[in-house]
């Protein structure tokens, strides 16, 4: 049982440059998260989605945009990356139908992106 | 809009309780109170969450008050190996707008010393 996986662990990118991170989650989550993390600051919520084909702004979504065409995969894009968005990001997962919904959140071991 | 309030730092001697408070003043009465940790640079840990309850697990304990606008973690026995950043969170599982939110503050770094 992976639980949550991010692809890839690092990446170096150009300013300007575009990419995107993937998470995937086998425990038939609905909830999905994307935070980052940058020094000394705790996680902050970029986007999210409740379900398939559902998503929502967090607290920081500007520059990013997000996509969850499959259930188990939650994609975060970076259409034109700046140096203001290197951080740690991390995705996380939540809730399978027929448990209840206060259980807790699952969270991936990071992506660390640096963008010159 | 983390909605919780942590001190900065919080500093504990090996063996002995940590306690680590958080401030939840607007607390709703949907909103239950999650505690996370964070080991280095790792992803978040789940530790306990609770509604109005007192709880506990293996990890730690939850005391929250009876007016539910502050909450206590309690690590009984604090390893060099608790040494973290903590969160404190609040959540709520309504079916509004707020539905899937789970926001973090900046949190408390505990130090375990020997």
């Known amino acids: 049982n992976a639980g949550v996986t991010q692809t890839p662990k690092f990446r170096v990118l150009k300013t300007g440059q575009s990419m995107t991170l993937l998470c995937a989650q086998d425990?038939?989550?609905?909830?999905m998260y994307w935070y980052r993390q940058d020094p000394g600051m705790g996680l902050r919520l970029i986007h999210y989605s409740v379900g398939e084909g559902t998503t929502a702004k967090g607290e920081v979504p500007d520059g990013y945009n997000v996509s969850r065409l499959k259930k188990q995969n939650f994609l975060l894009g970076l259409e034109s990356a700046a140096p203001s968005q290197t951080s740690v990001y991390f995705c996380?997962?939540?809730?399978?139908?027929?448990?209840?919904?206060?259980?807790?959140?699952?969270f991936g071991q990071g992506t660390r992106l640096t963008v010159v | 809009d983390a909605k919780t309030t942590q001190p900065p730092s919080m500093d504990c001697a090996e063996g002995r309780a940590a306690n680590l408070p958080c401030n939840h003043s607007?607390?709703?009465?949907?909103?239950?109170v999650y505690w996370y940790r964070q080991i280095h640079s790792q992803g978040p840990q789940y530790i306990i969450h609770?509604?109005?309850n007192n709880e506990t697990n293996e990890m730690a304990s939850l005391i929250i008050t009876e007016d539910r606008k502050s909450s206590t973690l309690i690590l009984p026995h604090a390893t060099l190996r608790d040494t973290a950043v903590y969160y404190c969170?609040?959540?709520?599982?309504?079916?509004?707008?707020?539905?899937?939110?789970?926001?973090f503050g900046r949190g408390t770094q505990l130090t375990v010393w020997p």
């Open positions: 969170i609040v959540r709520a599982f309504d079916r509004g707008s707020t539905l899937g939110r789970l926001y």
């Open positions: 607007t607390i709703s009465g949907n909103e239950y």
């Open positions: 425990m038939n989550h609905e909830y």
């Open positions: 996380a997962s939540s809730y399978s139908p027929g448990q209840p919904e206060t259980r807790e959140a699952f």
């Open positions: 609770g509604l109005k």
